[in-house]
């Protein structure tokens, strides 16, 4: 164990400053002098995105990529989510990096956010609960996270510059619950301060959510790091407690020395600033293990699990699905060949390999025709394209369409202007379904699109980004080798103008203002009677459940009591399947405004045919509990709260009440 005090009592007040910000692009500085290393940063968070630092050019080395946020929270698998992290730490150590900066757990305020594919939810329960399984995981193998973008970092547009204007309940319970819960629950090594100033104070600088809340309320024993370049003033970052800045800033480590000289700034936030540096590297240099090894083919295999244990039934009349391995099928799109399976910026992997749809279905022997229909790169078709496409839906007994955005329309740094699909990817929709009506369409997004065409195909698949081995997790949905039991993380709206943000979202000026406050997602859609295309918590499975014999430990309880749920899951079909069992609170109208209903807890079982498992769930005072503004903390009123097993945010299919005395 390094002796920090004494290191510190050695270091200059110049050796001190230059701890505070990084040596290049991913390294913290090393003080040779005195034995200090540097710890090593990389991005993910859904793969590595690693320098080759033996090379001049530091070109990325390639790497496992596996499904982005989006397509993981489908899932709805905290235990996944920790496989996820356990793999990722594992890749950490064969390829030297201390930490990885993830997991992204921002709350998906529109659909636009060109972001959103690298965030988990719109909502806070959900999003904590996965980052904490994520944290948890990849910390396990003795490497660190950086939990981002702290906080209400949702919009790409003007991220350099905006204030994100929001209110203190909102800020509370959707904004920052998800941070809080993996702060508590996980103690991330790092976490990441946003580029996006929060109520006219830019994140780095915000003392009162650094240090008082994240540090003296949550107990954030960790370091706090600027976003990549999102420090204005590194003398106002140290006061606030945001411990370095990234990447390199030699130049203006000079002013911080300067500043302590002066006054300005006082040496004890310097030293609390280096301690916390200082320790990381330490927590780094203990965690790295000697030759470590990765298996990149059984990573591409383990890709192809979560994806396929994410992936979203959205429809599916008449059983189309799944196929038969027997069916002559026609696979049409270019997705299906070269599958669009991240986002574009600074998640962006090389992958180590792909796996299309086409590829993977003939690997399994099974025969399918192909067109293209679109092309890869800018989505536009033409006749010729859309005529080879009609023909091969009309030569097979049943169809499949690959379509989704394509790779300029989701990316960091810009937001969507629109929620559409191509044009071309429309019209392909209608062509080909007028050919052949046992069609399934396979979308590929980062975040919802429009589907103007959803009566048409008998079957939808969303695949989100699903990976580099989308193509045969997609196989192995279509055609029933997995029981699909992906569930919606996200509503989705059927026009972008039913957002609960449309109005305000990129905002004027440098102003964003969040008037929708916490009716977010489906607590708005819910509580408005807004009808969406489809509901938070949505998705189908080749097999049925029925939920019976719903029980709470008691009907009256004190705010401090902890309540007793649990409820009966039965699968009644056919078919082995996975359900994600789903429990709101629904608040009676009391003194405070509250959404219809809120998630609360989740699990996801596997029932055999025939199989019965009790699902049990112990819910505490935080599961009624709103942020009070005008006392500053969470209340639980007094009054009757609904327990609602839910099939997803709108579909109740048991309630019972419980009374807060
Ligand atoms: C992104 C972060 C990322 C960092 C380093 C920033 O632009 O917002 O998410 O980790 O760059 O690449």
Same mark, same amino acid.
């Given at each position: 164990m390094t002796d920090i005090k004494k290191l510190l009592s050695e270091l200059t007040l110049e050796e001190k400053a230059s701890l505070t910000s990084g040596e290049d692009f991913w390294l913290t500085k090393a003080v040779e002098r005195l034995g200090i290393g540097s710890a090593r940063t990389s991005d993910g968070p859904h793969g590595l995105r690693a320098d080759d630092y033996s090379r001049e050019d530091h070109a990325t080395m390639p790497a496992v990529c596996f499904p982005a946020a989006v397509t993981t929270a489908a899932s709805f698998d905290r235990e996944m989510l920790r496989e996820l992290g356990e793999e990722l730490g594992r890749e950490c150590l064969a390829y030297g990096v201390d930490v990885l900066l993830g997991p992204g757990i921002n709350i998906k305020r529109s659909p636009l956010?060109?972001?959103?594919?690298?965030?988990?939810?719109?909502?806070?329960?959900?999003?904590?609960?996965?980052? #904490?399984?994520?944290?948890?995981? /990849?910390?396990?193998?003795?490497?660190?996270?950086?939990?981002?973008?702290?906080?209400?970092?949702?919009?790409?547009?003007?991220?350099?510059?905006?204030s994100s204007d929001i209110d203190e309940r909102a800020i509370r319970e959707i904004y920052l619950a998800a941070f809080e819960n993996v702060v508590k629950k996980a103690q991330p090594w790092t976490i990441m301060a946003s580029y996006n100033k929060i109520n006219g104070t830019y994140s780095t600088a915000n003392r009162y959510y650094i240090d008082e809340v994240l540090r003296r309320e949550w107990g954030f024993e960790g370091l706090v790091v600027s976003d990549w370049g999102a420090t204005h003033d590194r003398v106002g970052a140290i006061e606030a407690?945001?411990?370095?800045?990234?990447?390199?800033?030699?130049?203006?480590?000079?002013?911080?020395?300067?500043?302590?000289?002066? +006054?300005?700034?006082?040496? @004890?936030?310097?030293?609390?600033? $280096?301690?916390?540096?200082?320790?990381?590297?330490?927590?780094? %240099?203990?965690?790295?293990?000697?030759?470590?090894? $990765?298996?990149?083919?059984?990573?591409?295999?383990?890709?192809?699990?979560?994806?396929?244990?994410?992936?979203?039934?959205?429809? !599916? %009349?008449?059983?189309?699905?799944?196929? @038969?391995?027997?069916?002559?099928?026609?696979?049409?799109?270019?997705?299906?060949? !070269?599958?669009?399976?991240?986002?574009?910026?600074?998640?962006?992997?090389?992958?180590?390999?792909?796996?299309?749809?086409?590829?993977?279905?003939?690997?399994?022997?099974?025969?399918?025709?192909?067109?293209?229909?679109?092309?890869?790169?800018?989505?536009?078709?033409?006749?010729?394209?859309?005529?080879?496409? /009609?023909?091969?839906?009309?030569?097979?007994?049943?169809?499949?369409?690959?379509?989704?955005?394509?790779?300029?329309?989701?990316?960091?740094?810009g937001d969507r202007k629109h929620m559409r699909l191509p044009e071309?990817?429309?019209?392909?929709?209608? #062509?080909?379904?007028?050919?052949?009506?046992?069609?399934?369409?396979?979308?590929?997004?980062?975040?919802?699109?429009?589907?103007?065409?959803?009566?048409?195909?008998?079957?939808?698949? #969303?695949?989100?980004?699903?990976?580099?081995? /989308?193509?045969?997790?997609?196989?192995?949905?279509?055609?029933?080798?997995?029981?699909?039991? +992906?569930?919606?993380?996200?509503?989705?709206?059927?026009?972008?103008?039913?957002?609960?943000?449309?109005?305000?979202?990129?905002?004027? +000026?440098?102003?964003?203002?969040?008037?929708?406050?916490?009716?977010?997602?489906y607590r708005y859609y819910e509580t408005k009677k807004q009808e969406v295309l489809?509901?938070?918590?949505?998705?189908?499975?080749?097999?049925?459940?029925?939920?019976?014999?719903?029980?709470?430990?008691?009907?009256?309880?004190?705010?401090?009591?902890?309540?007793?749920?649990?409820?009966? /899951?039965? !699968?009644?079909?056919?078919?082995?399947?996975?359900?994600?069992?789903?429990?709101?609170?629904?608040?009676?109208?009391?003194?405070?405004?509250?959404p219809v209903r809120e998630l609360k807890e989740f699990a996801k079982i596997r029932l055999m045919p025939g199989e019965t498992k009790t699902v049990s769930f112990t819910l505490q005072k935080r599961a009624f509990a709103h942020w009070d503004s005008e006392a500053h903390c969470w209340e639980a009123e007094r009054g009757n709260y609904g327990i609602q097993i839910c099939k997803n945010a709108h579909k109740v299919i048991l309630e019972k009440s419980v009374r807060i005395i």
């Amino acid at each position: 164990m390094t002796d920090i005090k004494k290191l510190l009592s050695e270091l200059t007040l110049e050796e001190k400053a230059s701890l505070t910000s990084g040596e290049d692009f991913w390294l913290t500085k090393a003080v040779e002098r005195l034995g200090i290393g540097s710890a090593r940063t990389s991005d993910g968070p859904h793969g590595l995105r690693a320098d080759d630092y033996s090379r001049e050019d530091h070109a990325t080395m390639p790497a496992v990529c596996f499904p982005a946020a989006v397509t993981t929270a489908a899932s709805f698998d905290r235990e996944m989510l920790r496989e996820l992290g356990e793999e990722l730490g594992r890749e950490c150590l064969a390829y030297g990096v201390d930490v990885l900066l993830g997991p992204g757990i921002n709350i998906k305020r529109s659909p636009l956010c060109g972001r959103n594919f690298e965030y988990f939810s719109e909502d806070p329960y959900l999003a904590g609960q996965l980052g #904490e399984q994520f944290v948890k995981g /990849v910390q396990s193998q003795g490497v660190g996270t950086s939990l981002k973008h702290f906080f209400a970092n949702s919009q790409e547009t003007r991220r350099f510059t905006s204030s994100s204007d929001i209110d203190e309940r909102a800020i509370r319970e959707i904004y920052l619950a998800a941070f809080e819960n993996v702060v508590k629950k996980a103690q991330p090594w790092t976490i990441m301060a946003s580029y996006n100033k929060i109520n006219g104070t830019y994140s780095t600088a915000n003392r009162y959510y650094i240090d008082e809340v994240l540090r003296r309320e949550w107990g954030f024993e960790g370091l706090v790091v600027s976003d990549w370049g999102a420090t204005h003033d590194r003398v106002g970052a140290i006061e606030a407690g945001t411990d370095l800045t990234m990447p390199a800033e030699k130049h203006s480590d000079r002013w911080v020395a300067e500043a302590v000289k002066s +006054g300005r700034l006082s040496e @004890k936030a310097l030293d609390r600033c $280096c301690e916390r540096v200082l320790r990381l590297v330490e927590k780094a %240099e203990k965690g790295r293990v000697k030759n470590a090894e $990765c298996d990149k083919k059984a990573a591409h295999a383990l890709a192809r699990k979560f994806a396929a244990n994410s992936l979203v039934l959205l429809k !599916n %009349e008449g059983g189309l699905l799944p196929l @038969k391995k027997t069916d002559k099928v026609a696979f049409i799109g270019a997705f299906a060949e !070269n599958p669009r399976l991240q986002g574009g910026g600074s998640s962006h992997i090389r992958e180590t390999e792909i796996t299309g749809a086409l590829g993977a279905a003939r690997e399994a022997g099974i025969n399918v025709i192909y067109a293209a229909g679109y092309d890869r790169g800018s989505g536009e078709t033409d006749e010729g394209l859309i005529r080879e496409a /009609v023909e091969a839906a009309r030569n097979a007994e049943k169809a499949v369409l690959f379509i989704g955005l394509p790779d300029s329309y989701e990316s960091e740094g810009g937001d969507r202007k629109h929620m559409r699909l191509p044009e071309a990817h429309n019209r392909l929709v209608r #062509e080909v379904c007028a050919a052949n009506p046992d069609t399934a369409v396979v979308l590929h997004n980062g975040s919802p699109v429009e589907m103007p065409w959803i009566d048409e195909p008998k079957a939808v698949l #969303e695949a989100y980004l699903g990976g580099q081995a /989308v193509g045969g997790a997609e196989v192995d949905i279509l055609f029933g080798d997995v029981n699909p039991s +992906g569930r919606l993380a996200e509503s989705f709206p059927k026009r972008l103008e039913d957002n609960p943000s449309y109005l305000w979202y990129f905002g004027e +000026g440098d102003r964003v203002s969040y008037n929708e406050s916490i009716f977010v997602g489906y607590r708005y859609y819910e509580t408005k009677k807004q009808e969406v295309l489809f509901p938070f918590g949505y998705g189908l499975s080749y097999t049925e459940f029925e939920y019976s014999n719903l029980r709470l430990g008691r009907s009256e309880m004190t705010e401090d009591d902890p309540l007793e749920v649990s409820v009966d /899951v039965k !699968n009644v079909g056919k078919t082995t399947g996975k359900e994600v069992v789903q429990l709101y609170v629904a608040s009676e109208k009391g003194m405070a405004i509250r959404p219809v209903r809120e998630l609360k807890e989740f699990a996801k079982i596997r029932l055999m045919p025939g199989e019965t498992k009790t699902v049990s769930f112990t819910l505490q005072k935080r599961a009624f509990a709103h942020w009070d503004s005008e006392a500053h903390c969470w209340e639980a009123e007094r009054g009757n709260y609904g327990i609602q097993i839910c099939k997803n945010a709108h579909k109740v299919i048991l309630e019972k009440s419980v009374r807060i005395i």
